[in-house]
């Protein structure tokens, strides 16, 4: 059975994730980003005040907040760094399979990375690929969410919302994102919207090829509308809808995701082995 931690425990994400390890019978210990009250704890779920001694014979340790990094000297097992601005010097997590041998720690990649890298599993015959993303509040965990809450209650009050929390207007506003350098023909759109990121695909084949719906691999469901953020927020699924041009040559292809399933719980379950 592997021994982990998982710091920031307390959080949405970390609650998320401690659920997810302790559903695959992994030995989960919760810690905090500092000390709790008992207040401060939420629901069932006992979290410590972290120290070197609770990191004694651990497999891995997976940061979800940013700790007091003295705890972490001398660790000798994996660390796996999954805040929303992990290290940039750490390699990322690969896309498939399990953790690279010889690879002690690793960063977190976007939720985003982890759909299109599905694209070749969904289609045959796939050239180009652009189209819009339309990213919720969901990646930010807590601070997203009590981002948008605040922000929402200030428009219902006829005030003007507090940006400081997101960085970023965000209640009743669609925000668009100038596609960034070396991502490809992307444009990402913040829609406010707490659950359900949107990727809305225009699909070319390459040439002398046709689009080629295949079976949906484990995790995605074809469905047979687009689907709306609502329902890909109740859904443990991806949801992919194909909608084919007459020729074969062109196709609209939408994805719809939960970005903390898709980003954190699965990824993290995948390179741990427990999935």
Avoid at 1 to 12: D, F, P, R
Wanted: proline share 7%.
């Amino acid at each position: 059975m592997l021994k982990l931690a998982v710091i920031g425990a307390q959080t949405l994400v970390g609650r998320e994730l401690v659920s997810a390890l302790e559903a695959c019978e992994a030995s989960v210990v919760p810690l905090s980003i500092g000390a709790l009250t008992v207040d401060e704890e939420v629901g069932d779920l006992v979290v410590f005040a972290p120290s070197q001694l609770l990191l004694e014979g651990l497999d891995a340790v997976i940061l979800v907040g940013t700790p007091d990094f003295a705890l972490l000297e001398g660790f000798p097992g994996r660390i796996l760094d999954l805040r929303a601005e992990p290290e940039a010097r750490i390699d990322p997590m690969p896309l498939a399979g399990a953790w690279p041998q010889g690879t002690k720690s690793l960063r977190g990649r976007p939720a985003l990375e982890q759909v299109l890298a599905l694209i070749p599993s969904l289609l045959d015959g796939v050239g180009e690929v652009g189209g819009t993303h339309l990213r919720s509040v969901a990646w930010l965990g807590d601070k997203g969410l009590d981002g948008l809450v605040e922000q929402t209650l200030a428009v219902l009050n006829g005030e003007d919302p507090d940006p400081a929390k997101l960085g970023y207007r965000q209640a009743f506003e669609l925000v668009p994102v100038p596609p960034v350098a070396g991502k490809g023909r992307l444009m990402e759109i913040r829609v406010p919207s707490f659950h359900g990121d949107l990727l809305v695909l225009q699909v070319r084949a390459q040439e002398g090829h046709t689009l080629v719906k295949k079976e949906a691999p484990a995790g995605v469901q074809w469905v047979d509308a687009a689907p709306s953020s609502r329902d890909v927020a109740v859904s443990a699924d991806l949801l992919a809808h194909f909608d084919l041009a007459t020729d074969g040559k062109a196709a609209v292809l939408t994805l719809g995701f939960d970005p903390v399933l898709w980003g954190v719980l699965r990824p993290t379950l995948r390179l741990l082995g427990l999935m």
